[in-house]
Every structure is written in C-alpha cells, then in structure tokens.
C-alpha cells in the first residue's frame, strides 16, 4: 500500500530525511519511534505531501502509483490522512463544517454519494459517544481553545469520518490522560475492520501495546535504522535509544 525507497528530502536547503525506506501494507499497523529530531514528523508531512518538505531523491508509492508529484489534496483524496503532532488552529471553520467537507470532498473523489445532513448527524452522534466528545464541540472552531488532550481526540473525530486507507498518526497520545489514551485505542480499533493501515508515532508503552502493531521501526538522524516486532519498542521502552542504536 505505502512504499517508501530511498527518500531524501530537504527544507530549505536542510538535508532532513537520508534514505529512507519503509513498506506499509494493507491493514498493517506500523510503530515508528526514534529521538526528538529524528526525521519523524519530517517523514509523515513528506507523505502528506506538505510542499515545505522538498523530495530531492527516492520516490514515494500510494497503491501503486508514485505520489512524489502530487498536492496535498491529491493525497488527500487518495485516503492519507495525517492526525499533526501539534495540530493548527483555524478560525472561523466550525468542527462540523470541516468534517462535513472533508468526508464529502474524498466521498466524492470516491465515486461514493455525499452525506446527507440526517446522515451526517447520526455519525457525529455514533462517533463522538465512541470518543466521549460533547456534542456541543462540533459547534466550536476547529482547535481553537481547546486542550491538547482534546485535540488529539478532534483529530480522531476527523480520522473516523473519513475512514483513511492510510492513517499517519503523529504522537496521537502525547499530554493524552489515561482513559483518553484507552479513547485513541477504540478509535484504532474501530477502524481496522475497514482495512486501515496505520503508521503511529508514539513512545507510551500503553498505545503502543493496545494497537498490536505488525512493526515497529526505529529512526536515527532521518533514517530508519531498525525494525521489529513489538518486543523492539520494549526494548527501547526499557532500555532507551542509547549509544548501540544502529
Ligand atoms: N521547517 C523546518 N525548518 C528547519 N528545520 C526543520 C523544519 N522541519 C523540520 N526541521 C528539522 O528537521 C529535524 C527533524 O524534525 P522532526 O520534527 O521531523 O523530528 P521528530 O523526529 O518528529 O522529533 P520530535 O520527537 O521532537 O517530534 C529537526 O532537526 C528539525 O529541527
Ligand atoms: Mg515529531
């Protein structure tokens, strides 16, 4: 599904990414991990196709097709979807209005009809009593004033009514309490029955064991220089990254 070769990217002249290779299948679950600055944002806006991030060798595939020269929005409708470290704040948008044109924007891109308003409602009801959200957010601006821990569970709001074939999920459980740790790990759940594959930052033993990852991938200076199963991220859980980092 993902197939990443060779991927070297820059920001502003800043050799950032160093070769990466990384192969995501269908409705596969994959934990990458690796210290502040690593590369793993860099590596996940890159996929999303932030046009900050400059591809200057390797090349990306989505379902077999490069995406190295498609938009944001291209990748978008493809069914990538990025849940952001930090996410931004955007005045004057409504939750709903986003959700809204977000899901019919890649239904459309799908062939697949619109949502209709009754439609619409029933799975923000469905969605935001999985997520535990009040229904009065829907009403407020996207991630304006509110805590990151909420945030974070917005962002699976957007995850669960656009149903990805990719999910990149960036430290979806960072300044996240417990129970809404347990939140994010439904939300997972809950989708991998429609073939979701996931790519998950995340250092918290707690997230990392409740999605069951296939893989867990190590990046160093922009590269990924180790992968393995589940028992690596408790290696480095315990462990730390240290010095035998390869
Ligand atoms: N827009 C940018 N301009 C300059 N440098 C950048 C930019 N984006 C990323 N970098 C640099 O690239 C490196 C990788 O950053 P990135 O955010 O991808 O790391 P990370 O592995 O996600 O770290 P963290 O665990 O702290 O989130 C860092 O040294 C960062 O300063
Ligand atoms: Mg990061």
Redesign the pocket.
């Known amino acids: 599904m993902l197939e990443i070769k060779n991927l070297k990217v820059s ?2 002249e ?1 050799q ?2 160093n070769g990466v290779n990384l192969s995501v299948g269908p409705s596969e679950t994959h934990i990458l991990m ?12 890159t996929i999303v196709k932030n046009p ?2 400059k591809i200057d060798g390797g090349d990306i595939c989505f379902c077999g097709e490069s995406i190295a020269e498609k938009s944001v929005c291209d990748v978008a409708r493809a069914g990538i979807f990025l849940s952001f ?1 930090n996410a931004p704040a955007i005045s004057g948008l409504s939750i709903s209005m986003l959700l809204k044109n977000s899901v019919n924007s890649v239904r459309k891109a799908r062939g697949e009809q619109v949502l209709t308003a009754p439609e619409y409602f029933k799975l923000a009801q469905e969605y935001c009593n999985l997520l535990e959200i009040p229904n009065d957010w829907l009403k407020r601006q996207v991630n304006l004033g509110f805590s990151g821990g909420e945030k974070k569970k917005i962002s699976m709001l957007e995850m669960l009514f656009l149903k990805p074939k990719l999910a990149l999920l ?2 979806p459980d960072s300044g996240v309490d417990v129970d809404a740790v347990n939140i994010i790990a439904k939300a997972i759940d809950y989708l991998k029955p429609f073939g979701t594959s996931f790519l998950i ?1 995340s ?1 918290y033993e707690k997230l990392i064991s409740l999605s069951k990852p296939n893989f867990v991938h190590i ?1 160093q200076d ?1 590269k990924i220089v180790e992968s393995g199963d589940v028992t690596l991220a408790q290696k480095i859980l315990k462990n730390g990254f240290g010095d035998d980092e390869k």
Do not use: A, F, P, R
Not at 34 to 45: A, E, I, M, P, R
């Open positions: 920001v502003d800043k950032i990414l690796g210290k502040n600055g690593s590369g793993k944002s860099s590596l996940l806006s900050k991030y470290q960036d430290e930052v250092h990046m922009g």
